[in-house]
């Protein structure tokens, strides 16, 4: 499905034409010679085989910020690493103009046991600059990454946050005309994030060609001109940004209320001796309103904690909420469900929220059930202020059954 957009008459800076990629994925190792042997005499195959991109086709102009949009597994990082010519097609080809740098698996390359200082100039030969080159644009690498007083510590001691931020002040320093963009603007805090989009607004201006994959619809709609939908490795919509975004939200939000009963546990641990059960959320102009029906394997002695928290699609939380701030003790025992619905006023500034729940022991920290995105609720508001970070909203609402 597709939808009509002006189309640029500048030249094509990637070409994408029937793309196919399939994965070898094997099965079981033979536990013996003998087993190995009888499966090949029945030519029996020692895989299966995983379709993850199916006859993809589309084209980029040069200069356009491109977003290509898909739920976790449908193929969209698959794509961009065979654009990136990381993987080589099964079938089709890609055609690309002009010298191109991936900000994808950043820091591939580094070295745990040089320093940071060395791993620049590492990091900026893989890119292909000259040590005379790194070494006019260190001192502006550097301070980008915010690591001025780290530079001298070997990497192994980095979070893995400050050795993504050190990779990606490198690749900022190179001249390409086409930049493969991977979830990169979630790295960092919030004044390293403002850099980010500070430089995506500049590679605009600069008539670059930008590959963006993201899971924050706001983004992609700031940035992007054009986008396509990834679904099954497939393209099942291309056009605007809005317009392919408003199609993404659909996948998790055909309804206005999303009912998470069914959803596959990813995302999750804990030891489950009490339990989400099912999860509804939804947003009105006014209210966020999340019902969470608990339930349990055994009896825990005493009462949980259930926490609520609302996530950008980045994975930054911009509200939270528990049981305990609002007093309540919550019993769960087996085959005694309890709902509990949260109402938080809607003043938020995305476009989506993601949901997730945490149950606890109240008297310790033992924790029985993390979800991370157990639902996605989109916002009806159009015109929505600049989001809004807190704890615990002033007219928020806890109701227990």
Aim: proline residues 4%; aromatic residues 8%.
């Amino acid at each position: 499905m597709s939808t009509p957009t002006t189309r640029s008459t500048k030249p094509s800076a990637i070409t994408v034409d029937s793309v196919y990629k399939d994965f070898k994925l094997p099965k079981e190792k033979s536990s013996s010679l003998k087993s190995t042997l009888v499966n090949m005499a029945r030519r029996q195959k020692g895989y299966t085989l995983q379709h993850a991109l199916r006859g993809v086709s589309f084209d980029i102009k040069e200069g356009e910020f491109f977003g290509i949009l898909g739920r976790n597994g449908s193929g969209k990082s698959t794509l961009l690493k065979i654009l990136a010519h990381i993987y080589q097609p099964t079938k089709g080809s890609v055609t690309t103009k002009g010298k191109m740098v991936p900000f994808i698996e950043l820091g591939v390359g580094f070295n745990p046991d040089l320093t940071g200082r060395e791993n620049v100039f590492l990091n900026g030969a893989l890119l292909g600059f000259s040590r005379k080159e790194i070494e006019a644009k260190y001192d502006e690498i550097v301070a980008f990454a915010e690591l001025e007083e780290f530079m001298d510590q070997k990497l192994k001691n980095y979070s893995s946050g400050m050795q993504v931020r050190l990779a990606f002040s490198v690749a900022t320093q190179s001249q390409a005309d086409i930049l493969l963009v991977d979830e990169v603007l979630a790295v960092g805090d919030a004044e390293f994030q403002r850099k980010c989009y500070n430089y995506f607004k500049s590679l605009k201006k600069h008539n670059k060609t930008v590959v963006f994959v993201s899971h924050s619809m706001d983004a992609v709609r700031e940035f992007c001109d054009r986008a396509v939908l990834i679904v099954d490795g497939k393209v099942a919509f291309e056009g605007t940004a809005n317009k392919t975004a408003n199609e993404y939200l659909k996948l998790f939000n055909d309804t206005p209320d999303q009912d998470n009963s069914q959803a596959e546990d990813q995302s999750r641990w804990g030891n489950q001796d009490v339990y989400v059960k099912t999860v509804k959320a939804k947003m009105s102009p006014k209210n966020v309103t999340v019902s969470i029906e608990l339930d349990a394997k055994k009896d825990v002695g005493g009462p949980v904690v259930l926490g609520l928290r609302l996530n950008d699609m980045a994975g930054k939380v911009l509200a939270g909420t528990n049981t305990k701030q609002f007093e309540q003790k919550v019993l769960v025992k087996p085959g005694a469900p309890k709902t509990l619905n949260f109402t938080l006023p809607n003043v938020f500034g995305e476009a989506s929220l993601a949901v997730g729940t945490t149950v606890r022991l109240d008297e310790d920290t033992t924790i029985f059930d993390n979800w991370d995105d157990i639902a996605i609720i989109n916002n009806p508001n159009e015109k929505m202020p600049y989001p809004v970070i807190f704890k615990q909203a002033d007219g928020s609402r806890l109701s227990v059954k």
